[in-house]
C-alpha cells in the first residue's frame, strides 16, 4: 500500500512539474531594443551605442586599440522592472572565444540586481553560438520592482541587443547608479582576463564594491603608453585616474613612453589623483627566471620614472605589485591573467588604497 501510495504521489508530482514548465514555456516575453534603456560605463559620449570610444573622433591612435575599443569591456545596461523573468537576444562578432576565457565572459553577459543595498548576482546570458543567441537570464523571481545592470561582454563587439521581460511587465531605463568618472587605463587584466563573467572583471567589481564609476580603459595586449593614446586619455574628463599599464610595454618602452603619459594627463587635469599600479607578478615566473626577470625589470623602471615626477606632483601615487596575486601561485589562470580568486585578492589590496586616495580629495 505504501509503495502504491507513493507511486501516485509522484505521478502527481511529475504532472505538476509538467504544468509548471508548460506554463512557464507559454509566457509571452516582449523584448526591448537596449538602446531605449540606459547605457553606462562609457568613458566618452560616441556614434556607436555598444562601443566604448568613438574611435572615428581618434584618428592617430593605434588600428588595434580602435579594435579594441569596439569590445564591451566595462559597460553594463542599466533599467528598472517588475518583471519575474528577465531575457536576452544579443548578436555579437564571429570571432571564436580565447582559450583562456569563458565563453561567458568572452560574449556573454551577466546580470546585478541590487537588494537590500547591495548589487548581488543575478544569472547570466550564455552565448550559444559565435553570432546570435538568447537565453533566458533569470526566471520565478518575487513580485516588485528590481534596479538592474546587465554586463556586457568583455571581449567581443557587441551588434545588437533587447532586454526581455513578461508580458505586461514594466521595462524602463535606470539611472547610472555610480558617481563620479574614474578611468582605468590597462592590459587585458583591465579589459577583464581572465574573470569567469564580465561583472567580474575589476574595475566593474570596483564600481558595485564603491559607488564609484570605475571606466573600462583595457586594451588587451596594447595598453604600450603610446603618444597617441596618451593624448587621447588626457582629453577626456575624469575625477581620478588608475594607469594599471605595466604588463604590455617592454622596459624600454616604459622607460622612454611613461613621463609623457603622465604629465600629458596632468597638464590637462592639474588636480586629480593620478594612481599607478606595478604589474601583477606573473606566476609563470615562479619558474621561469627570464619571464621573472622581465617583470621585475619593468616593474623597476615604472618605479623609478613615477618617483621622478612625483617629486614635483603631490597628487601621483604608486601602488606596488607585492602580494597583488598573494603568495600561492594560484591567483592565475594560466600564469598571467588573473582568475577569479586574483582579482579577487588584487582588490584586497588595490580599493583600500584608492578609496582612501579619492576620499582625501572629496570626490
Known amino acids: ?27 509571452k516575453l516582449i523584448y ?13 559620449k560616441g556614434k556607436m551605442f555598444f562601443h566604448r570610444l568613438d574611435t572615428s573622433a581618434h584618428k592617430a591612435i593605434p588600428g ?29 562578432s564571429k570571432q571564436a572565444t580565447a582559450n583562456n576565457m569563458t565563453g561567458i ?30 537565453a533566458m537570464i533569470v526566471e520565478n523571481m518575487m513580485p516588485g520592482e528590481k534596479e538592474c545592470l546587465l554586463f556586457l561582454p568583455t571581449y567581443d563587439e557587441v551588434l545588437s541587443l533587447s532586454v526581455g521581460v513578461d508580458q505586461g511587465a514594466e521595462l524602463r531605463p535606470g539611472t547610472n ?73 617592454s622596459p624600454e ?14 597638464r590637462s587635469h592639474p588636480k586629480i589623483p ?7 607578478a606573473r606566476e609563470k615566473g615562479n619558474f621561469d627566471k627570464v619571464v621573472a626577470a622581465r617583470v621585475a625589470l619593468k616593474d623597476k623602471y615604472f618605479k ?18 607585492d602580494g597583488l596575486l598573494g603568495k600561492d601561485q594560484e591567483g592565475t589562470t594560466d600564469g598571467i591573467h588573473p582568475n577569479d580568486l586574483g582579482f579577487d585578492r588584487m582588490l584586497q589590496k588595490i580599493k583600500p588604497r584608492i578609496l582612501k586616495i579619492l576620499k582625501r580629495y572629496r570626490i
Request: hydrophobic content about 40%.
Open 274 to 280: 593620478i594612481v599607478c599600479i606595478q604589474s601583477v
Open 105 to 134: 565572459a568572452y560574449e556573454g553577459m551577466d546580470l546585478y540586481i541590487k537588494r537590500d543595498g547591495r548589487w548581488q548576482y543575478g544569472g547570466v546570458a550564455r552565448p550559444v553560438s559565435h553570432d546570435c543567441s538568447e
Open 64 to 92: 588595434v586599440v580602435k579594435s579594441l575599443a569596439t569590445n564591451s569591456a566595462g559597460l553594463a545596461i542599466s533599467f528598472i522592472t517588475n518583471s519575474s523573468s528577465i531575457s536576452a537576444k544579443w548578436c555579437t
Open 304 to 321: 623609478q620614472e613615477v618617483n621622478k615626477l612625483q617629486k614635483q606632483d603631490k597628487d601621483l601615487y604608486l601602488i606596488e605589485a
Open 177 to 249: 547608479p555610480f558617481k563620479k568618472q574614474i578611468l582605468v587605463y590597462g592590459s587585458s587584466i583591465v579589459q577583464g582576463a581572465s574573470a569567469s563573467r564580465p561583472g567580474l572583471a575589476y574595475p566593474a567589481k570596483l564600481s558595485r564594491e564603491s559607488g564609484y564609476n570605475f571606466i573600462n580603459l583595457g586594451f588587451s595586449g596594447n595598453a604600450k603608453l603610446e603618444a597617441s593614446v596618451a593624448d587621447m586619455i588626457a582629453a577626456m574628463p575624469m575625477d581620478a585616474i588608475i594607469l594599471d599599464c605595466v604588463p604590455n610595454p
Open 1 to 27: 500500500m505504501n509503495k502504491l501510495i507513493s507511486f501516485i504521489w509522484s505521478i502527481v508530482l511529475l504532472l505538476c512539474l509538467t504544468f509548471v514548465s508548460k506554463a512557464q514555456q507559454s509566457t
Open 32 to 44: 526591448t531594443d537596449a538602446r531605449e534603456l540606459t547605457m553606462i560605463g562609457k568613458a566618452e
Open 253 to 266: 618602452e616604459l622607460l622612454a613612453r611613461t613621463n609623457y603619459l603622465i604629465s600629458t594627463i596632468r
